[in-house]
């Protein structure tokens, strides 16, 4: 499929377009999963922060994840390293009226360690996949 072939820059931006190019029932549909997904990832980190024993309420997460995101988004450093951490500790402070941030950003860290751990692990297993069937096509 598309996603194991390589294509030429040309033809990869052509393909993107065409996925953009999707009805509105099917827009919808992939906005409703990217939103599923989200808040998917808002609850792992209030997860992870509940077994750190904070005491930060699943919105207070959730706004600071969405913040943090989008300041990963920003080019300043690859993939928003560090950045984005330190977005989601003051978010959070600004939310308690300025507790002391040492550690906050922990939770948020864990996560994306977790989430670098698990890309990698299926790089691995397709660049393993693909290796085993072009050897055996």
């Known amino acids: ?17 065409e ?11 992939v906005i409703s999963y990217c939103i599923i ?3 998917i990832s808002c609850y792992l980190v209030f997860y992870i922060d509940g077994v750190i024993s904070s005491t930060f309420s699943f919105f207070e997460v959730a706004l600071s994840v969405l913040l943090s995101n989008l300041a990963a988004a ?3 450093s690859p993939n928003g390293l560090g950045v984005s951490e330190v977005v989601y500790a003051k978010a959070l402070a ?3 009226s300025g507790e ?5 950003g922990t939770s948020y860290f864990v996560f994306r360690l977790a989430c670098l751990s698990a890309n990698i692990t299926i790089m ?6 693909t ?6 096509g």
Do not use: D, Q
């Open 94 to 96: 600004i939310m308690r």
């Open 19 to 29: 996925f953009f190019s999707l009805s509105l029932k099917n827009y919808l549909a």
């Open 1 to 17: 499929g598309l996603f194991f072939t390589k294509l030429a820059f040309g033809k990869y931006l052509e393909k993107s377009l």
């Open 100 to 104: 002391n941030i040492t550690g906050l």
């Open 131 to 136: 290796g085993i069937m072009v050897r055996a």
């Open 124 to 129: 691995v297993f397709a660049r393993v996949y």
């Open 74 to 76: 920003i080019p300043i």
């Open 37 to 39: 997904l989200n808040m």
